[in-house]
């Protein structure tokens, strides 16, 4: 059978690119296709519902979910057998709390058991992650349902910023461009991509043509990243180069010094939004900034209290991902549930992050500030049990491995391709092997550690 993904990737760049414009001059209508207008459609119905039509909505596909998690996935057929549980003992939310927590951990050992049977290959897309710890975490989502699960809700939270679904927007995150290019535009998303890897002051003046020549509508970006090409764009007496109708942050905290910087910048609303790679669970913010929204036609959430941490861990159940169902699972985020909602009158709790969650920048030799939380070692080799990168100097990196028995030479030569794909000749990488990885204060492993003498780069007030 013909894989046209993988088909459609062996093709020289003039052909993708060829590709890419003729299937964007298509109308959107046909390019997104009538599911995920349906999707979005009931979307922005069920915003609308009120919390008694939202918990029934979670609660029928609660058990849709536990029906196919206890037929199909070998982990909770077994679970369900060891604590004499059947599908009909879990019928509401509540229910939930007679089932085990789901860690990283267990994931990591039973990651084959967790996978649905009769979804192949082919069926199922292969990710992995490792957040903010350096230690791999791999895992599957639904093909077929990923786009159209994840993608209306993001969009639906555009339109919450006044942003319509196709109009020309931007990203500013670490997506890796050809050579020293910093910003490429995407005619099939309508989407300008500018890189977070080339940001300096001496660049800024490239970054506010690119945003002047496209005149976007918003930017998607990391809060951090978007503050300091602000800070570069005010050192060169730089006014806007054009007014975003919102900004959108996701991926790390968002503080309240770096939406007042942005605001006042760039003239619009900062939006936060909340995910992971994991699609376990999606918070995001109204137009009324009262806080984050947990979206709960997507997940269902609880806020546990530990006594280790200020304020509650974060335990999900995705009501989307039938390919892997996460069912309790701990994000390893901390929030707090707040107890007044939102004057929008929304069915969604509001919630807010404690700590965590913020990338952070490594400094190359020319002085770009490099964002390093996503540099994906586990997607070079499966031979890596943990990592940690430290920067003691401009422009070089100590990459400390705790690697397996079957770690080779091979493994070696394609973490350098990895690296060398997101640094190019801007650091030097140290590869030192090692039986313990180095941990914070607080007793947290960090996958950055950055030594350099801090500079005033997000002091921008």
């Known amino acids: 059978m013909l894989n046209i993904s993988n088909t459609y ?9 060829m590709i890419k414009y003729g299937y964007s001059r298509l109308p959107l209508r046909l ?29 029928n596909e609660l058990r849709k979910l536990i029906a196919h998690a206890v037929k199909n996935v070998p982990y909770y057929r077994d679970l369900f057998l060891a604590l004499d549980l059947t599908p009909d003992d879990i019928q509401t939310i509540d229910d939930l709390q007679k089932l085990p927590v789901l860690t990283k951990d267990i994931i990591r050992g039973n990651i084959h058991r967790l996978r649905a049977d009769g979804y192949t290959d082919e069926q199922v ?30 969009w639906r939270f555009f339109n919450w910023g006044g942003h319509k679904v196709g109009n020309l927007g931007a990203k500013l995150a670490d997506w890796t461009l050809p050579g020293e290019e910093i910003h490429a535009y995407n005619p099939v998303r309508n989407l300008l991509i500018l890189s977070a890897y080339h940001l300096q002051e001496d660049k800024a003046h490239d970054y506010a043509r690119a945003l002047a020549q496209y005149k976007v509508e918003y930017i998607d970006t990391y809060p951090s990243a978007l503050v300091l090409l602000t800070k570069f764009l005010k050192a060169r007496n730089i006014p806007a180069p054009c007014r975003f109708k919102a900004v959108f942050s996701h991926s790390e905290m ?26 376990a669970v999606l918070g995001i913010e109204c137009e009324q900034h009262q806080g984050l929204h947990l979206c709960s036609e997507f997940s269902i959430t609880e806020f546990i209290p530990h006594s280790e941490t200020k304020g509650d861990k974060i335990i999900t159940t995705s009501l989307t991902n039938y390919a892997m169902p996460f069912i309790r699972y701990d994000t390893g ?5 707040k107890k007044e909602a ?68 091979s493994d070696i030569k394609k973490i350098n391709a990895k690296l060398n ?22 007793g947290k492993t960090a996958l950055f550690v950055q030594k350099l003498k801090p500079e005033s780069d997000l002091e921008i007030a």
Not at 333 to 337: A, F, K, N, Q, S
Not at 421 to 442: P, R, V, Y
């Open 421 to 442: 794909e997101k640094f190019g000749q801007n650091m030097d990488i140290n590869i030192e092997f090692t039986s313990t990885i180095q941990k914070t204060s607080n």
């Open 31 to 59: 390019r997104l296709g009538k599911k995920f207008y349906r999707e979005l459609k009931f979307l922005e119905q069920s915003q609308w519902w009120s919390r008694q039509e939202m918990q029934a909505y979670q609660n």
């Open 125 to 154: 897309i292969t990710c992995s992650t490792s957040g903010s710890t350096g230690k791999p975490l791999k895992f599957y989502y639904d093909k077929d349902k990923d786009y159209l699960n994840f993608d209306p809700y993001i």
């Open 9 to 17: 990737k062996k093709l020289p760049a003039p052909v993708k690119n």
């Open 333 to 337: 985020d901390v929030g707090e549930l």
């Open 342 to 409: 939102c004057s929008c009158n929304r069915p969604y709790p509001l919630f807010e992050l404690h700590g965590g969650r913020r990338k952070n920048f490594a400094v190359g030799k020319d002085g770009a500030n490099i964002p390093i939380a996503n540099i994906d070692i586990p997607n070079a080799t499966d031979n890596v049990v943990q990592f940690q990168f430290i920067q003691k100097n401009k422009g070089e990196l100590d990459l400390h491995i705790i690697r397996k028995n079957n770690f080779g030479d």
């Open 254 to 279: 968002l503080h309240n010094w770096q939406r007042q910087v942005i605001e006042e910048y760039w003239g619009c609303k900062c939006y936060d939004w909340y995910g992971m790679e994991e699609r």
